[in-house]
């Protein structure tokens, strides 16, 4: 076995040798020629010396090696001559020793010579600047004399808040016009897309940033266009009741009918329910009364239909209606409804005096309303009697039913009126619209 092992081990150099009879024999030739190397540099210098910023560079070939020496304005530029230097023919290999300069002459020297060069650029392109800069503002200025003019907008809008959007629209587009005929002009048309696209993008970010601004004049266009309501209108919004004094580009403005302005912004009030009580002469009322259990219900209804019949302002058709409404522990509540044209007679006077007139006549009737009762109960001892409140024994005087006119109304209306008429440039209501 060990004989075996040391054959094995001196017959090692001899694989070796086998092994590297198998590579390559062949040889690369080398010219070493001065005229080479020379021939080599020239062509190098001459590709450099058709690029700007490689003045200072020297380059220098022995065997085919070839050495860059000198300073550079940019370092990057500097990188570059190694793959320059290496797609010449005959280079074997680079050492590239070019630096990036510190010199400040060196380093301002470009920049000053490209400032007159632009300079000088500018004053040549002068003549044609002073025309595009004309023309454009010749175009915006045609723009804002067709904003001007009343007509076609005034006709085309359906009120004024419109119309000055157009007109701001029309400027809009002249003015783009004109940016985009001078920029034809001097041949700078593709810098248009890069000022569109900065625009575009300002313009996505401003739109985030005042959403609510932008929702609330989106509103404003479209109730004026279809206005839901009209001046000195009574309506209701969100809870807020109120006449219509103005609709501005911004809010709703109403008066209470307690002489307060209420103002909400346009965006609210185009996403809520409106209730407009103006729009229909008629209106109805609805009061309820709660009478003894033990009272005839019939014989009531019939005596508030009857009380309801003596005012002379309630219309007989649609006219007034009685139901039971609930029943209770100790009475019985009895609703009455009624109607009356709400532009001559005032509702609310209405309705309170169909009360006062109704209870009368109940209680004329012997149909008392019920009052609360309480128990005590104490311990020991007799139960307390109950103590019951005797009865007028003098003859109450008879109860007559008053006139009701829209009076309040017709204040509130006038005080609407003063208002509008301070303010009517800045009511989009001022024009008659479709309403919904």
Request: net charge negative; proline share 5%; hydrophobic share 50%.
């Amino acid at each position: 076995m060990r004989l075996f092992l040391i054959l094995i081990f001196l017959s090692l150099p001899v694989f070796a040798t086998a092994q590297e009879a198998t590579q390559p024999d062949t040889t690369i030739a080398v010219e070493n020629s001065a005229q080479l190397d020379a021939a080599i540099a020239v062509r190098i210098r001459e590709i450099i010396g058709q690029l700007d910023g490689y003045d200072n560079v020297a380059v220098y070939v022995s065997d085919g090696i070839v050495t860059l020496r000198g300073t550079i304005l940019d370092a990057t530029a500097a990188e570059a001559l190694t793959g320059l230097a290496a797609r010449v023919e005959g280079v074997v290999a680079i050492e590239n020793e070019v630096s990036e300069t510190t010199d400040v002459v060196e380093r301002l020297a470009p920049a000053i010579e490209r400032l007159y060069a632009r300079g000088a650029q500018m004053i040549s392109y002068a003549p044609l600047m002073l025309i595009a800069i004309f023309a454009g503002i010749l175009v915006m200025w045609i723009g804002y004399l067709l904003a001007r003019m009343e007509q076609p907008w005034d006709r085309l809008a359906p009120n004024a808040f419109i119309a000055d959007i157009y007109r701001q629209m029309v400027r809009l587009v002249f003015v783009v016009l004109g940016i985009v005929l001078a920029l034809d002009l001097l041949n700078l048309t593709a810098l248009l897309s890069t000022i569109l696209g900065a625009a575009g993008i300002v313009g996505l970010a401003i739109g985030f940033a005042v959403r609510d601004t932008v929702e609330n004049f989106i509103a404003s266009i479209m109730l004026s266009m279809r206005q839901p309501f009209r001046p000195k209108d009574l309506v209701e919004i969100e809870g807020d009741m109120g006449h219509v004094i103005r609709l501005t580009s911004r809010a709703t403005i109403l008066l209470s009918p307690d002489g307060n302005h209420i103002r909400i912004p346009n965006s609210t009030v185009f996403k809520s329910r409106i209730v407009n009580y103006t729009r229909n002469d008629e209106r109805r009322f609805t009061f309820t009364l709660g009478i003894d259990a033990n009272a005839d219900v019939a014989e009531a209804q019939a005596i508030i239909l009857a009380a309801l019949a003596e005012l002379p302002y309630l219309l007989d058709s649609p006219g007034p209606s009685t139901w039971v409404g609930d029943v209770g522990d100790s009475n019985i509540t009895v609703t009455a409804a009624a109607w009356v044209k709400q532009h001559e007679t005032g509702l609310f006077m209405a309705r309170g005096e169909a009360i006062r007139l109704a209870k009368a006549r109940l209680e004329e009737a012997g149909i008392t309303l019920p009052e609360p009762i309480y128990r005590l109960i104490t311990d020991g001892g007799t139960p307390p009697t109950s103590v019951v409140s005797e009865a007028q024994t003098e003859q109450p005087a008879p109860v007559l039913a008053l006139s009701v006119t829209a009076d309040e109304e017709l204040e509130l209306k006038r005080i609407v009126d003063e208002e509008r008429a301070e303010t009517a440039e800045d009511d989009l209501l001022a024009r008659d619209a479709p309403q919904e």
